[in-house]
Structure formats: structure tokens, C-alpha cells
């Protein structure tokens, strides 16, 4: 049990960083988009962050089309990508810390 709840809450850290910051990368681009000016170092790394923490789901779902979709299934890949995520990083966690028997 304890399990499951340090995998969700990963996740959820996770999700909501990565919206987070995809909100914040997105309002950096239009404004480098209207001003004509080049990303600053920080905004750079903002969007590659954003770019590594969608990989691999978000990715694979951007080039498809959500037109006819709800509003709450438009989030699944997001869910699924750090609901993968979460597991990944809890069991590199444990394989990394495991105590010798």
C-alpha cells in the first residue's frame, strides 16, 4: 500500500510541475513569438525541461488531433506520461537504495 501511495504522489508531483511549467513555457514562447527576441537562457531550459518531462507519451500525442474529444480526456496522456513516470522513478529509487540482506 505504501507503494502505491509514494508512485501517485510522484506522479501528481509530476503532473502538475509539468503543467506548470508547460504554462510557463508557453507564455515565454508567444512572448518571444511577438517581440521578435530570442529566448533567454532560463526560458530555454524552462522548455527543455517541459520537452524531457512529456517524453514519451505527451510526445507521441501531440501530433494527433483532440478535435471531438472531452475537456478530461484531453488530459489522459498527460496522466498516463506521469502516471509512467512515477513508477520509473520509484523503482530507480528503490534499486538504487536497497538495502543488502
Do not use: C, Q
Amino acid at each position: 500500500m505504501k507503494s502505491i501511495i509514494s508512485v501517485f504522489v510522484i506522479s501528481a508531483l509530476h503532473f502538475f510541475v509539468g503543467i506548470w511549467l508547460s504554462i510557463r513555457s508557453f507564455g515565454h514562447v508567444f512572448s518571444v513569438f511577438d517581440s521578435g527576441r530570442e529566448l533567454t537562457f532560463l526560458e530555454k531550459i524552462n522548455y527543455w525541461v517541459v520537452e524531457i518531462l512529456f517524453f514519451p507519451i505527451v510526445t507521441i500525442f501531440e501530433s494527433s488531433s483532440y478535435e471531438g474529444t472531452s475537456e478530461i480526456a484531453k488530459y489522459f496522456p498527460f496522466i498516463l506520461n506521469s502516471a509512467l513516470w512515477g513508477i520509473f522513478i520509484f523503482f530507480a529509487y528503490k534499486l538504487m537504495f536497497r538495502r543488502n540482506k
